[in-house]
């Protein structure tokens, strides 16, 4: 009789131990799995109804209006915002993106179904080989990216029309929802830069 109340207070401690053990372990995952969906969430690829906000500046993180957008002015840089939990996705670096207004009447046809009332975005990593797409020639209305003087043209899909670069920046559609200026679908296009070494047909 004795054994067997011994051998059940040892089975109740020890179920008491590993529930103990549980919630610790729990407790000690549960930032870190948030962490993770954090991270995972900031860097996954812009998502339809995405904001736009400003990437860098006093008004970094804040969503883009279309009426922060002058006609014809340098882009803008952005990233997609979660309009649920307002959390940039600027856990990558493809995600970057350069925004501008220009004339609806002078946008190429694919352009202007992608656009919204003249505005449009694009990646803003040069696709020969990372850059920033940080220039702008405001005479001729194009992209310039610094470091090897490729440029494009945003009002016919960021084709290349000078330098080095393989092949046009990846188009984001745009819509206006609510006078509010959204992601309209995935990006159209390769997002990402030629790998050094390598020829645009990969040789």
């Not at 992608?114 to 694009?122: D, E, L």
């Not at 610094?146 to 819509?175: I, N, T, Y």
Request: charged residues 20%; contains cysteine.
């Amino acid at each position: 009789m004795v054994q067997r109340r011994e051998t059940a207070v040892f089975v109740g401690d020890l179920k008491r131990r590993r529930v103990l053990q549980a919630c610790c372990g729990f407790a000690l995952c549960a930032p870190a799995l948030a962490q993770t969906e954090a991270t995972g969430e900031a860097a996954a690829a812009p998502q339809e109804n995405d904001a736009l906000a400003f990437a860098y500046g006093d008004r970094a993180g804040q969503a883009i209006a279309p009426a922060d957008l002058a006609l014809g002015a340098k882009q803008t840089l952005a990233y997609p915002l979660d309009p649920n939990t307002m959390r940039m996705r600027d856990g990558s670096r493809l995600n970057q993106l350069i925004v501008v207004q220009l004339d609806p009447a002078k946008l190429a046809a694919d352009t202007l179904a992608r656009a919204a009332n003249g505005i449009v975005a694009y990646s803003g990593v040069c696709t020969h080989t990372g850059c920033d797409v940080t220039a702008w020639y405001a005479d001729v209305l194009r992209f310039k990216c610094p470091c090897h003087e490729s440029e494009f043209d945003p009002s016919d899909g960021a084709r290349v029309v000078g330098g080095p670069a393989p092949w046009q920046l990846a188009a984001l559609p745009l819509k206006i929802a609510d006078g509010a200026l959204l992601v309209a679908g995935p990006f159209v296009g390769r997002v990402g830069f030629q790998p050094p070494g390598l020829t645009p047909f990969g040789q």
